[in-house]
């Protein structure tokens, strides 16, 4: 059995094998066969290379930076303030984030505050008082503007008061403008420098057109018309998100600006544009959310007195628009 087993191995060295082909006279079997070829060669061609392009590698780590530049000037007369020049230095709040900037649209001022005992906002549910006892001394108001001195300051016959406090006094007003400040700031300026890289394939690219017209970026600006040009109209980019400028300036509010890159670098790079997209990020209904708008506080000046040794400061709440 063990001479036969390698006997036969042994001539299956030299056998020599074709294969055989049975050619099927029906001509619907044969349509059939030719269809499935296109289709397969279809599908190949137009699926897989000219529309998903299946040759194509994909880099989705992009590197990007973005630069930003607001330019702009207005006038505004009030009570509290008077006459004042606004320009960039005044309006413009340095970053608190990557990528972010702000732009103050208004403002409500608390003028004249000095640092001494009053009475605190009957609004802050905290200071409420009907003794002194209600009012212990050194304890901070709840969110609320000072210090408690342990005096409960009642107005006339009223039973209920509010406690007295060492603060920034008087204490900031919560009556808001009927109107934004900086109603005028929709004609700001806003300059978006996005530099970016596809690292794999070592492209950089730029979102300011590519033209040696020095005039170009001094006259331009983002829209229909010109839609590679980087400079965008402050109440443009409101108005894109759906929203009132006007309305958006008097609260406050959120603004993202995002960028799009998806380029084929099979074409030219002068082909490879970014495509902008809007949108507001807080809520649109600030009658409906107790978290709408963007505000904080600042101090604008301080006036020091020697004859005193007190000082003098007028305080802001600022309500701005957040890009």
């Given at each position: 059995?063990?001479?036969?087993?390698?006997?036969?191995?042994?001539?299956?060295?030299?056998?020599?094998?074709?294969?055989?082909?049975?050619?099927?006279?029906?001509?619907?079997?044969?349509?059939?066969?030719?269809?499935?070829?296109?289709?397969?060669?279809?599908?190949?061609?137009?699926?897989?290379?000219?529309?998903?392009?299946?040759?194509?590698?994909?880099?989705?780590?992009?590197?990007?930076?973005?630069i930003t530049k607001v330019k702009g000037v207005t006038f505004t007369n009030t009570s509290e303030l008077g006459e004042r020049?606004?320009?960039?230095?005044?309006?413009?709040?340095?970053?608190?984030?990557?990528?972010?900037?702000?732009?103050?649209?208004?403002?409500?001022?608390?003028?004249?505050?000095?640092?001494?005992?009053?009475?605190?906002?009957?609004?802050?549910?905290?200071?409420?008082?009907?003794?002194?006892?209600?009012?212990?001394?050194?304890?901070?108001?709840?969110?609320?503007?000072?210090?408690?001195?342990?005096?409960?300051?009642?107005?006339?016959?009223?039973?209920?008061?509010?406690?007295?406090?060492?603060?920034?006094?008087?204490?900031?007003?919560?009556?808001?403008?009927?109107?934004?400040?900086?109603?005028?700031?929709?004609?700001?300026?806003?300059?978006?420098?996005?530099?970016?890289?596809?690292?794999?394939?070592?492209?950089?690219?730029?979102?300011?057109?590519?033209?040696?017209?020095?005039?170009?970026?001094?006259?331009?600006?983002?829209?229909?018309?010109?839609?590679?040009?980087?400079?965008?109209?402050?109440?443009?980019?409101?108005?894109?998100?759906?929203?009132?400028?006007?309305?958006?300036?008097?609260?406050?509010?959120?603004?993202?600006?995002?960028?799009?890159?998806?380029?084929?670098?099979?074409?030219?790079?002068?082909?490879?544009?970014?495509?902008?997209?809007?949108?507001?990020?807080?809520?649109?209904?600030?009658?409906?959310?107790?978290?709408?708008?963007?505000?904080?506080?600042?101090?604008?000046?301080?006036?020091?007195?020697?004859?005193?040794?007190?000082?003098?400061?007028?305080?802001?709440?600022?309500?701005?628009?957040?890009?």
């Amino acid at each position: 059995m063990g001479q036969a087993g390698c006997k036969g191995l042994y001539q299956s060295l030299f056998d020599y094998k074709t294969e055989k082909y049975v050619i099927a006279k029906n001509k619907k079997v044969g349509l059939l066969y030719r269809l499935l070829q296109v289709s397969i060669l279809t599908y190949l061609v137009v699926w897989v290379f000219l529309l998903k392009k299946g040759y194509q590698d994909t880099d989705t780590s992009l590197q990007s930076s973005i630069i930003t530049k607001v330019k702009g000037v207005t006038f505004t007369n009030t009570s509290e303030l008077g006459e004042r020049l606004w320009d960039v230095a005044d309006y413009v709040i340095p970053p608190q984030g990557e990528n972010v900037f702000f732009v103050i649209t208004n403002l409500i001022v608390t003028p004249n505050q000095r640092q001494e005992t009053c009475a605190e906002s009957d609004s802050i549910s905290d200071a409420l008082c009907y003794e002194d006892s209600d009012c212990p001394p050194g304890k901070p108001v709840m969110t609320g503007n000072g210090v408690r001195t342990g005096r409960c300051l009642r107005v006339e016959n009223m039973t209920r008061g509010t406690c007295e406090i060492f603060a920034w006094c008087p204490v900031e007003t919560k009556s808001r403008p009927e109107k934004p400040l900086l109603g005028k700031a929709e004609d700001f300026t806003i300059y978006i420098k996005n530099f970016i890289r596809f690292p794999k394939f070592n492209f950089f690219k730029t979102n300011v057109l590519d033209t040696k017209d020095l005039k170009y970026l001094k006259s331009c600006h983002f829209g229909p018309k010109d839609p590679y040009c980087p400079i965008f109209r402050l109440g443009s980019v409101v108005k894109w998100t759906g929203s009132n400028f006007q309305e958006i300036a008097l609260q406050g509010g959120v603004i993202g600006i995002q960028i799009e890159w998806d380029c084929d670098l099979d074409k030219a790079p002068s082909e490879c544009n970014p495509r902008y997209y809007f949108s507001r990020l807080d809520s649109r209904f600030p009658g409906n959310s107790v978290s709408s708008g963007y505000n904080f506080r600042g101090l604008s000046s301080v006036t020091w007195y020697s004859s005193t040794s007190s000082k003098r400061a007028t305080f802001t709440a600022t309500r701005n628009s957040r890009k």
